[in-house]
């Protein structure tokens, strides 16, 4: 007689909870069961679901949906650090953002979260030397999100982009885990020189709506800048930093900036 073994069903609490919370929302609104059936209810996995969503909204003429939808579907299947990323990104949201009570949402409508995933797949293809379509991407990001983000840029996990509007990253920036960022933010360079000119943030920090961190330069862990700073040198740990130009004016308040959210300043 052949043996039976139990089969153990894998455990997916984000996944498992956006889709539960997607059927509550079809159940509470009729008239988005086509858009959140097509995005979440239809896919068995949350990667299949963001290839959909990534395929969805940066397709046009020049890059069919079917064509970036099997790009994306390859390039979670190649690298799970993609999967851990995402599930990080959508818990950041959820626990930063007080407009945010849903995993669902950023899915659905948050720009900063879909704009993310499109530069982690970006990355992921500039890594494999794939830089031509990796820059297709950048520039169906910019078009579609109003976010530009360069495929070599280096970001982490945990990331939180508030609103999200106006943000530039170049390329040799480096972006630690749980950063939070608010709408124009720019991490830039300072002149036309080519070598690495653009800032390291370190885990943690928070930098307000508007900041421009510009240069080669460090900011250090769980630091704070605040909104419409320009930071032209580096930025001690722990600190908070203010003004055009940036200078430290108090500590950063807590032990992580960036999960706590608070932007007044501390003298």
């Not at 930071?231 to 722990?238: C, D, H, I, K, T």
């Not at 908070?240 to 932007?263: F, H, K, L, W, Y």
Request: aromatic share 4%; proline share 4%; net charge negative.
């Amino acid at each position: 007689m052949a043996e039976k073994r139990a089969t153990v069903t894998k455990i997916e609490p984000v996944w498992d909870r956006i889709t539960a919370e997607a059927r509550q929302a079809v159940s509470d609104e009729p008239l988005l069961g086509g858009l959140i059936h097509a995005c979440v209810l239809h896919h068995r996995t949350l990667e299949k679901a963001l290839s959909y969503r990534f395929a969805a909204k940066l397709s046009s003429n020049e890059m069919s949906m079917v064509l970036l939808r099997e790009i994306a579907d390859e390039a979670y299947s190649e690298n799970p650090d993609l999967s851990d990323a995402a599930r990080a990104d959508i818990t950041a949201v959820l626990d930063r953002d007080p407009a945010c009570n849903r995993m669902l949402q950023p899915v659905l409508y948050f720009k900063g979260f879909q704009a993310m995933q499109a530069y982690r797949l970006g990355h992921h293809l500039w890594m494999q030397g794939r830089k031509d379509l990796a820059y297709f991407i950048q520039m169906r990001c910019s078009e579609v999100y109003g976010i530009d983000i360069h495929p070599g840029a280096r970001i982490g996990r945990g990331i939180m982009i508030d609103h999200a509007h106006s943000i530039v990253i170049g390329e040799t920036a480096v972006v630690g885990d749980n950063v939070s960022m608010l709408h124009s933010v720019t991490l830039g360079g300072t002149g036309k020189e080519h070598e690495d000119r653009h800032p390291k943030i370190g885990d943690g920090v928070l930098i307000g709506a508007g900041a421009k961190v510009l240069g080669n330069i460090k900011v250090g862990t769980c630091s704070r800048i605040a909104a419409g700073s320009v930071v032209l040198e580096e930025v001690p740990s722990n600190k908070t930093v203010a003004g055009v130009p940036a200078r430290i004016v108090g500590e950063a308040g807590c032990d992580c900036p960036s999960i706590n959210m608070d932007q007044t300043l501390i003298q």
